[in-house]
């Protein structure tokens, strides 16, 4: 059996999808599984073990020259790439109208299917006319959360059931980057792109008080500039912590995969530390927590949710009783 797996964007949704490939390895151990997905993330699909091809997308830079000779091309070879291979089941559980495209683009076998989400699901952005695109549309329960509905929607249409405990297979990269301390470290994922979704600077560094005096570096990325001030006011305050340099989704993974510990806001880097199994707090700041959360292990804790902002007493508390999974 040969699947493709079309989920594009963002670095969430793209985690959130990935133990969809573990649960058919699970039923169809022989099954060969393709994914298409945008560029800046096939660092991290290849480091799933069960994924054998990773398709690159490159739609938010091709948009940029849209017209260019150059992009052309590029388009034709993405298409030449994606069309090389015909699948038994091509799946679409993001159910975007660019996703559905793709899909329509797919090359089948005969009697095989495309398949995706037939409605929105609380919270999603779903777009109708993209199950025009379907041989195949879905149905899943509305509220629902966001690991769960790809995997049903899979589990559905290969006919089997889905484990309560998802697994996402990835596997930490060998690498061992320069900027990599030897010693064990924490990560503030702290950055966001809504104002909404912060957590008072004077916490994180409440906060990392508390892990460098359990023996821990404090970590501190960034993606923009203004996250980049952030960090250095972080750093200033939090004795023995550390700037990265701008780091690429590959060694993101990296840094993720290696952590000991992980504090962060509602972010995709944070739920990708959930899916590390990580000992990880996870800080909601008015945005729902049930769509997303990682209720599934015991080395994860979320707090806050729509209309209520986790206080430092309560992060803290959850701090304490991670910490000694960070010797694990």
């Not at 899943?140 to 006919?159: F, S």
């Amino acid at each position: 059996m040969r699947i493709l797996i079309v989920r594009v964007s963002s670095l969430g949704d793209v985690v959130h999808n990935l133990p969809v490939l573990a649960d058919i390895h699970r039923h169809f151990p022989d099954a060969v599984i393709d994914w298409v997905v945008e560029e800046p993330y096939v660092g991290l699909v290849k480091q799933n073990r069960y994924i054998n091809e990773v398709i690159p997308f490159a739609l938010r830079r091709w948009r940029k020259n849209i017209f260019s000779s150059a992009t052309r091309k590029e388009f034709r070879e993405f298409l030449n790439r994606l069309k090389q291979n015909a699948y038994d089941y091509v799946f679409d559980t993001q159910g975007l109208i660019k996703t559905g495209v793709i899909m329509g683009f797919a090359r089948t076998v005969e009697h095989g299917k495309k398949i995706g989400l037939a409605h929105k699901t609380d919270g999603s952005g779903y777009e109708p006319l993209s199950r025009i695109f379907h041989d195949e549309s879905i149905s899943v329960e509305k509220h629902i959360h966001v690991v769960t509905r790809g995997r049903e929607v899979v589990a559905k249409a290969l006919g089997y059931t889905i484990d309560p405990v998802p697994d996402f297979g990835l596997l930490t990269p060998a690498l061992t980057p320069e900027w990599l301390p030897e010693r064990p470290y924490a990560v503030f994922f702290h950055g966001t792109s809504r104002d909404s979704k912060k957590w008072p600077r004077k916490n994180w560094v409440d906060i990392g008080h508390i892990l460098t005096e359990n023996g821990l570096c404090i970590l501190l990325p960034w993606g923009s500039a203004k996250e980049k001030e952030e960090a250095e006011s972080l750093a200033a305050a939090i004795p023995g912590s550390r700037i990265l340099p701008r780091l690429s989704i590959t060694d993101t993974v990296t840094l993720t995969g290696k952590a000991a510990f992980i504090v962060g806001v509602d972010t995709g880097l944070s739920h990708l530390a959930a899916a590390f199994d990580k000992p990880t707090v996870q800080i909601y700041c008015n945005i729902p927590r049930w769509r997303t959360c990682a209720d599934w292990s015991d080395n994860i804790i979320s707090l806050g949710g729509e209309h209520e902002i986790p206080t430092l007493h309560e992060v803290k508390a959850a701090v304490q009783k991670l910490l000694p999974h960070a010797s694990k």
